[in-house]
């Protein structure tokens, strides 16, 4: 089945600084890869996502890029503010018999004033 | 995108009981999902619910424990059954928007056993 590495799974950078979560996936099949962010005793939100057919997407102050040959997707946040602490996760669609979204282990974004 | 909820938002039982989780979606879609979520992990699949036919379940999860209804397509509920302790989670559905792979999440129902 897909399985889907997520790192780092703690991160920490100052108030307008970059921040970069990488995740791989081991199906050459998946086509699809969203990013959800989950704020505390909260639901997972999708943010922003991917499909394999495009090499990068951004919305705003998020961006997320895809390497097909690799077998690897990034986050980009640019401009971190304090709201955007949470843990996020990656996912990849996994299009095998039983299609299904995989997760990744998810990143715990701290943002400090 | 879809307006999901569900019911209960929380819960506390005992071992041995049964609690059934609803969710209902405010559009008609053809995926809804049961996922599990421990505290402080990811989010596992535990079985795909569809419409007029058995679940899917994932590997680990089966449907002596963890029976779903799908009786149309819009609503879908989750029962534990014969809880403990590990089944303190957080429960939560998740519909596809039609044919676009695309999963939005309900508020989830975060379960304690004792």
């Known amino acids: 089945g897909e399985n889907v590495e997520q790192h780092p799974s703690t991160l920490s950078v100052q108030e307008g600084d970059s921040a970069v979560i990488k995740c791989t996936y081991s199906d050459s099949a998946s086509n699809y890869f969203p990013w959800y962010k989950q704020e505390l005793g909260k639901r997972p939100q999708l943010i922003i996502d991917?499909?394999?057919?495009?090499g990068e997407k951004k919305d705003q102050r998020i961006a997320v890029t895809l390497n097909k040959t690799a077998k690897h997707f990034s986050l980009h946040i640019t401009e971190t503010q304090p709201e955007d602490s949470a843990v996020y996760f990656c996912a990849a669609f996994f299009t095998g018999t039983a299609s299904k979204l995989t997760f990744g282990t998810g990143t715990r974004l701290q943002v400090m004033l | 995108s879809a307006v999901i909820s569900q019911k209960p938002s929380r819960d506390i039982c005992q071992r041995g009981t049964s609690l059934t989780i609803q969710c209902q979606v405010d559009?008609?879609?053809?995926?809804m999902f049961w996922y599990r979520q421990q505290p402080g992990q990811s989010l596992t699949l535990i079985a795909t619910?569809?419409?007029?036919?058995?679940?899917?379940?994932e590997s680990g999860f089966v449907i002596d424990k963890f029976p779903i209804s799908r009786p149309n397509l819009t609503f879908s509920t989750l029962t534990v059954s014969n809880m403990s302790p590990e089944d303190s989670s957080i429960y939560l559905c998740?519909?596809?928007?039609?044919?676009?792979?695309?999963?939005?999440f309900g508020p989830g129902t975060r379960l304690t056993v004792l």
């Open positions: 991917i499909r394999s057919n495009v």
């Open positions: 619910a569809n419409q007029g036919s058995e679940a899917t379940y």
């Open positions: 998740s519909v596809e928007i039609q044919h676009t792979d695309t999963q939005y």
């Open positions: 559009s008609q879609v053809t995926m």
